[in-house]
């Protein structure tokens, strides 16, 4: 079994700074692609940011500047440092990942619980 875990989320101001980490855990053989998705009240889930086993990354336009994605392999964990947080990046953050759990195995999609992160004054 594997797991995803994310924490980091919370209440903070408009202009402020948070770091989500999601870590994964269980039968991990490697993991391939990470990423971070969001979903706000009444709107589809989308894509924020993803980054490959290799390191190369990929931002949505509306959080290239402000958010950073870092992946730590030895620990099996991804990072989203977000910077300069507006109202509208309101929303649940999901972590998924690649996994493959043998060497026999092809890689599995797997996504964490979600985190709430709130941008209010």
């Known amino acids: 079994q594997v797991q995803l875990v994310e924490s980091g989320g919370g209440l903070v101001q408009p202009g402020g700074s948070l770091r989500l980490s999601c870590a994964a855990s269980?039968?991990?053989?490697?993991?391939?692609?990470m990423g971070w998705h969001r979903q706000a009240p009444g709107k589809q889930r989308e894509l924020v940011a993803a980054i490959t086993s290799g390191g190369s990354t990929n931002y949505a336009e509306s959080v290239k500047g402000r958010f950073t994605i870092s992946r730590d392999n030895a620990k099996n964990t991804v990072y989203l440092l977000m910077n300069s947080l507006k109202s509208e990046d309101t929303a649940v953050y999901y972590c998924?990942?690649?996994?493959?759990?043998?060497?026999?195995?092809?890689?599995?999609?797997?996504w964490g619980q979600g985190t709430q992160v709130t941008v209010s004054s």
């Open positions: 269980g039968s991990i053989f490697s993991i391939n692609g």
């Open positions: 998924n990942a690649d996994i493959r759990s043998s060497p026999y195995r092809r890689g599995e999609g797997y």
